[in-house]
């Protein structure tokens, strides 16, 4: 299994501000997501990231609050742009599914408060 | 597209007595199928999954789990509770085909009383 570290493991932010999550993993991996967690909710996707092009969003994401990056198989970043109280969520990078039933391994999170 | 529902967001148990957390799936083709487990301010850990190999499925710290295709449910047991199962449950569904990412259930809070 994969062994995903995530920084900062937890951040306190005043609206308006930006801070970006770094995930790394040790070993080359071709398929990375970002979830979010909002107090006491299950997961949502927010997004695909992509190795060498631009992440793929879901539904009510966009790449101007979350900007993405994946410079390479084992790193990603997730920005958390212009932030409001709303984005207070734990927020998880994942790797895995890369084929069929592949089990997808998660980093412990990064636990934002933003006052 | 797939969905997940888990009937019961807690769930509350004696220990020693029998855990179920019920999960249903929908889904136009044969899906993949797991359970997460989250302790208190901890990440997701992998408890079982189901990629159609066997239906009844066994995974960590005594848990199990059995894919009925005509009730399109898996539903997670473990026969006796302990204490330290007290946590958050996710049940998860990904395809094979496009989206890889998992979809997933709301969660089920299980409490044990001792």
């Known amino acids: 299994s994969a062994v995903i570290s995530q920084k900062p493991s937890r951040d306190i932010c005043q609206r308006g501000t930006s801070l970006t999550i770094q995930c790394q993993v040790d070993?080359?991996?071709?398929?990375m997501f970002w979830y979010r967690q909002q107090p006491g909710q299950s997961l949502t996707l927010i997004a695909t990231?992509?190795?060498?092009?631009?992440?793929?969003?879901e539904s009510g994401f966009v790449i101007d609050k979350f900007p993405i990056s994946r410079p390479n198989l084992t790193f990603s970043t997730l920005t958390v742009s212009n932030m409001s109280p709303e984005d207070s969520s734990i927020y998880l990078c994942?790797?895995?599914?890369?084929?069929?039933?592949?089990?997808?391994?998660f980093g412990p999170g990064t636990r934002l408060l933003v006052l | 597209a797939q969905s997940v529902t888990q009937l019961g967001s807690h769930v509350s148990v004696s220990e020693g007595a029998l855990v179920l957390l019920r999960c249903n799936y929908s889904s136009s083709v044969p899906p993949y199928l797991f359970w997460y487990v989250q302790y208190p301010n901890q990440g997701l850990q992998l408890l079982l999954k189901?990629?159609?190999?066997?239906?009844l499925v066994k995974g960590i710290n005594g848990f199990e789990a059995e894919f009925k295709k005509s009730e399109t449910s898996f539903h997670l047991t473990k026969p006796s509770a302990h204490m330290s199962d007290a946590a958050e449950y996710f049940c998860?569904?990904?395809?094979?085909?496009?989206?890889?990412?998992?979809?997933f259930g709301s969660g089920t809070r299980l409490q044990v009383q001792p």
């Open positions: 994942s790797v895995g599914g890369g084929s069929s039933g592949e089990t997808q391994y």
């Open positions: 990231a992509n190795q060498g092009s631009e992440a793929t969003y």
């Open positions: 998860a569904v990904s395809l094979d085909t496009g989206r890889r990412a998992l979809t």
């Open positions: 189901y990629t159609s190999a066997a239906t």
């Open positions: 070993s080359q991996v071709t398929m």
